[in-house]
């Protein structure tokens, strides 16, 4: 979970880095990549930390019953 959280920091900002130099403007491309590639990195961490919960409740449960 966290090698993707940090992969897609890192895309977002070798993206803004790469906007940044593209267009001219410094840093608001870096931060920008890195706002999104925080973003869908913390969103990708959050949606397998729930599934994984999930799943532990289910084999709690599973261990529960006769």
């Known amino acids: 979970m966290g090698v993707q959280l940090a992969v ?6 070798g993206a803004g880095l790469w906007a940044d130099r593209r267009w001219g403007h410094s840093p608001w491309g870096l931060l920008a990549g890195l706002a999104l590639g925080g973003g869908v990195g913390l969103t990708v961490f959050l949606m397998e930390a729930m599934r994984m919960g999930q799943e532990e409740e289910e084999e709690e449960r599973k261990r529960k019953e006769p």
Do not use: A, D
């Open 8 to 13: 897609t920091v890192g895309l977002g900002l």
